[in-house]
Nanobody
Framework: QVHLVESGGGLVQTGGSLRLSCAAS????????MGWFRQAPGKEREFVSVMKWVADYTFYADSVKGRFTISRDNAQNMLYLQMNSLKPDDTAVYYCAAGPTYYSTNPATYEYWGQGTQVTVSS
């Protein structure tokens, strides 16, 4: 129903920046919340940020507030995550996901997921 394809991951030094992209398609994603999540080796998948396609509310995990910015381009059906001041602890596979019609930070409530893109931050 919803297809998501991430891109933009890579290797950066501490303090550097990356912008992740997520291309969305399908018949019913416009009313869903869209989230970014990440998962490091040996750790649970954790919430990063969330927004909707047509809304100005955004929310961030405490660990990324002031450093990451979620945004979208509705004309291109693209979701973005701008990541600045990156730290080694940001190293993880990053996923975009389409969730419920209400705002949620719980990955269990998100139905559709992209394939993930690796972000590695050198110390």
């Amino acid at each position: 129903q919803v297809h998501l394809v991430e891109s933009g991951g890579g290797l950066v030094q501490t303090g550097g920046s990356l912008r992740l992209s997520c291309a969305a398609s399908g018949r019913s994603f416009s009313t869903r919340c869209m989230g970014w999540f990440r998962q490091a080796p040996g750790k649970e998948r954790e919430f990063v940020s969330v927004m909707k396609w047509v809304a100005d509310y955004t929310f961030y995990a405490d660990s990324v507030k002031g450093r990451f910015t979620i945004s979208r381009d509705n004309a291109q059906n693209m979701l973005y995550l701008q990541m600045n001041s990156l730290k080694p602890d940001d190293t993880a596979v990053y996923y975009c996901a389409a969730g419920p019609t209400y705002y949620s930070t719980n990955p269990a409530t998100y139905e559709y997921w992209g394939q993930g893109t690796q972000v590695t931050v050198s110390s």
